[in-house]
């Protein structure tokens, strides 16, 4: 049994706030406070240097897609270099080519009228506003021109998975704030289990009807496969639950579990659900290993994330 001495050796001290503090020195001043989330996101900045900076680790970054509808798409876009792979869901897809083809997403309110937003011809993600046109005839008219490119390259090959449509689509988009754009430019997988649930799956649907076309989805869990049994040492970023969040662990569960695991969540676990399920739990399940370094961030990515980056001062 540990001490009481050690139970109770670091003390709670006051945060001191200065004119012109940076990120990195607010973290220092936020890892002596040891309170509630702050210490969490904390302790996941410190897991997060331990992780990128073992050489031997291979590294998954996962994230679902309604934060692509934000800002925060920038500093996904930006950290893709950092990883080794990416697992998301369809609509990453979808709002990634849709911004890069030039759409407007504007700043709204959760509190509106959708009644009246319907009418407008607008949609409502939360609290960010998009227009009709802005979304779905962009998705389509892009996606139309990048796969008809593609059906007509002479490495076009008939059969493709979810990861190598990815890749070819990131090849062809101008926009280097695109997160299809960068994984491209490092060859950084996009693993995407969930590519038929949204406009982009629609589209794929839609083109193999007419088209000598087949989406190979078993492909890409065959490769997920190969990565848990190659790799002794695995870590994770996981933000958000769903679909992404177990690939990750899923597979990981093959080798013994993670070494390395920082989840940020704004779910409950109280209604038993994996987007809410602490990061301990998958422990029990050998999918994070009980000596792992994991931490679950209790918190909006949209606020927790570009913190934990700026503080990692990797940009």
């Known amino acids: 049994m540990e001490s009481k001495s050690n139970i109770l050796k670091r003390g709670v001290q006051d945060i001191k706030l200065k004119k012109g503090m940076k990120v990195s020195e607010l973290i220092e001043e936020m890892d002596s406070i040891g309170g509630f989330s702050a210490q969490h996101m904390v302790t996941g900045i410190k897991i997060l240097k331990r992780m990128l900076n073992d050489k031997k680790s291979y590294n998954f970054l996962s994230f679902p897609a309604d934060i692509i509808s934000t800002g925060v798409r920038g500093v ?7 990883f080794d792979a990416i697992i998301t869901t369809g609509g990453t897809l979808d709002h990634d080519l849709a911004r890069a083809a030039g759409g407007k997403y504007s700043l709204g309110s959760f509190n509106s009228d959708d009644s009246k937003l319907h009418k407008m011809g ?8 998009i227009e009709n046109k802005e979304y779905g005839k962009m998705v389509e008219d892009k996606f139309n021109e990048i796969m008809n490119d593609i059906y007509t390259s002479k490495d076009y090959k008939k059969e493709y998975s979810a990861s190598e449509i990815a890749f070819e689509f990131g090849k062809r988009i101008k926009d280097n704030g695109s997160i299809m754009r960068q994984a491209y430019l490092n060859n950084v997988p996009i693993f995407n289990p969930g590519i038929l649930d949204g406009a982009f799956g629609t ?5 193999s009807q007419d088209h000598d076309f087949k989406l190979n989805l078993i ?3 065959l490769a997920l496969s190969n990565i848990s049994f190659d790799n002794k040492v695995t870590g994770a970023l996981m933000i958000g639950g769903g679909i992404s969040k177990h690939h990750v662990i899923w597979w990981n569960q093959f080798k013994g579990g993670l070494d390395y695991a920082v989840y940020i969540t704004t779910a409950t676990q109280y209604d038993g659900s994996l987007s809410g399920a602490r990061l301990t739990e998958a422990v029990s399940w050998g999918k994070i290993k009980e000596d792992a370094a994991y931490v679950t961030v209790d918190g909006d990515a949209t ?3 570009p913190i934990m980056f700026s503080a990692l001062d990797i940009f």
């Open 219 to 221: 492909k890409d869990e």
């Open 203 to 207: 589209q794929l649907s839609i083109f």
């Open 76 to 82: 996904i876009a930006n950290s893709v270099k950092y």
């Open 122 to 129: 607008i949609y409502r993600l939360g609290n960010v506003f």
């Open 303 to 305: 606020i927790i994330l």
